[in-house]
């Protein structure tokens, strides 16, 4: 897997308190942005965090390319509605060559369990192969491909969607693949916005586990990760 921020709102941070500031005050557009210093920025983002008045983050947006994830991934991205995806179409881009997969882990690390999987891929290239030399539309012979199908996608979202997205996938609970992501899209905006993203992470770093009784019991593990990133 490949994460890789291409392309964010220039200075979201200033573009986000300065659409804060002008809810509250009567002067025009450009002496508020005068006024915002560095350090009135950050003091202001703080207060506005705090108070949960988070509409404005939506004026912030960052956009992500990511290389080498699943089907089984990309299908649980795409159910955050509130933001932007262009994937690799398997129905214009065929697999003339043997289609990559992801591997989890938990296949990979048994011997039998991997040479299983490798064969049932094999199988269903050399059908879906079969399928296009004989003429049949890969928008079709692409119904064989697997969830583990690599694919490319370019997400884009804002900051408040970002953080309701990292609540729920940086989770311990999340599944394994979309928590990888996740995690490294989060080190990827941390530095670009910091004051934003400083408490970002799965739901449990703000309050108790959102998951009851479906609760990892590492909170406190987790909490240490995020912390330190």
């Given at each position: ?9 220039p ?34 983002l ?5 108070l ?36 690799q ?49 890969a ?13 490319k ?19 311990e ?57």
């Amino acid at each position: 897997m490949k994460v890789a921020l291409l392309q964010h709102t220039p200075d979201p941070e200033l573009t986000i308190a300065l659409a804060a500031r002008l809810c509250y005050s009567s002067a025009d557009i450009e002496a508020l942005k005068e006024k915002l210093s560095g350090a009135d920025v950050k003091k202001f983002l703080d207060k506005i965090m705090s108070l949960g008045h988070q509409s404005v983050l939506e004026h912030a947006s960052f956009t992500f390319g990511v290389d080498g994830i699943s089907r089984v991934t990309s299908h649980q991205l795409v159910r955050h509605r509130v933001a932007s995806f262009s994937q690799q179409s398997q129905r214009y881009v065929s697999h003339k060559e043997r289609f990559a997969v992801v591997t989890p882990q938990s296949i990979a690390a048994n011997p039998k369990h991997l040479e299983l999987f490798e064969a049932q891929v094999a199988a269903l290239h050399a059908a879906y192969a079969a399928l296009v030399e004989a003429g049949v539309p890969a928008e079709d012979a692409r119904y064989l491909l697997p969830n583990a199908t690599e694919t490319k996608i370019i997400i884009t979202m804002n900051a408040r969607e970002l953080l309701h997205f990292f609540a729920v996938r940086c989770c311990e609970r999340a599944q394994w693949e979309i928590r990888a992501m996740a995690i490294e899209m989060l080190r990827l905006v941390k530095p670009v916005a910091p004051t934003v993203f400083d408490k970002a992470g799965p739901g449990c770093l703000a309050g108790p586990c959102p998951e009851g009784t479906m609760c990892c019991g590492k909170m406190a593990e987790v909490r240490e990760y995020f912390r330190e990133m």
